[in-house]
Antibody, heavy 121, light 113 residues
Framework: EVHLVESGGDLVQPGGSLRLSCAASGFTFSSHAMTWVRQAPGKGLEWVSAISGSAGSTFYADSVKGRFTISRDNSKNTLYLQMNSLRVEDTALYYC??????????????WGQGTLVTVSS | DIVMTQSPDSLAVSLGERATINCKSSQSVLYSSNNKSYLAWFHQKPGQPPKLLIYWASIRESGVPDRFSGSGSGTDFTLTISSLQAEDVAVYYCQQYHSTPYTFGQGTKLEIK
């Protein structure tokens, strides 16, 4: 069974930094692209960033480009999101999600429970 | 970026009746090379993460009840629940995975009438 457990969420001041982690188990981690999706309180889903299985390709939403960095350690089955220059509008529940698919394309099929990031002074 | 627009924003349906949610993309999410539309549907119950229902616009995820079906191609898509059950109360989202950023619709809140 796919298991994704996020951690690292916290209260941080504007301009601060935070690193989120997502521990994966129950599948061959390196064979799957991974994604971060966030959800501001009471709002909808916002795709944030994705990384290929080999970590050779990374993708970002414009709202976080240049501030957030996605990475992974396949030897530790762990996904990361380094968040710098945090803004109040980055406040959200951050979900780690697994993508599945093939050369045709990849889509999200499993989600973690999320970790809460609050940016406030 | 591809903008995903769902309609309606909220919907109230009686138990056992049909529920229909629409999703429109600002540009086609169909790849002509494989004739696949890169569109997924999720639902999210209160306090839970989203759950995948449908991918490739019409393929039901394993374990999803067959009352859920997806249809459409190109820019216009529909999620249909053929006979609404109490456990289907949730917010429903469409998402395109044709090109990054993989945008979501704004969500449709489904309630019991």
């Amino acid at each position: 069974e796919v298991h994704l457990v996020e951690s690292g969420g916290d209260l941080v001041q504007p301009g601060g930094s935070l690193r989120l982690s997502c521990a994966a188990s129950g599948f061959t981690f390196s064979s799957h692209a991974m994604t971060w999706v966030r959800q501001a309180p009471g709002k909808g889903l916002e795709w944030v960033s994705a990384i290929s299985g080999s970590a050779g390709s990374t993708f970002y939403a414009d709202s976080v480009k240049g501030r957030f960095t996605i990475s992974r350690d396949n030897s530790k089955n762990t996904l990361y999101l380094q968040m710098n220059s945090l803004r109040v509008e980055d406040t959200a529940l951050y979900y780690c999600a697994r993508e599945t698919g093939s050369s045709s394309g990849w889509f999200i099929d499993s989600w973690g429970q999320g970790t809460l990031v609050t940016v406030s002074s | 970026d591809i903008v995903m627009t769902q309609s309606p924003d909220s919907l109230a349906v009686s138990l056992g009746e049909r529920a229909t949610i629409n999703c429109k993309s600002s540009q086609s999410v169909l790849y002509s090379s494989n004739n696949k539309s890169y569109l997924a549907w999720f639902h999210q119950k209160p306090g839970q993460p989203p759950k995948l229902l449908i991918y490739w616009a019409s393929i039901r995820e394993s374990g999803v009840p067959d009352r859920f079906s997806g249809s459409g191609s190109g820019t216009d898509f529909t999620l249909t629940i053929s006979s609404l059950q109490a456990e289907d109360v949730a917010v429903y989202y469409c998402q395109q995975y044709h090109s990054t950023p993989y945008t979501f619709g704004q969500g449709t809140k489904l309630e019991i009438k």
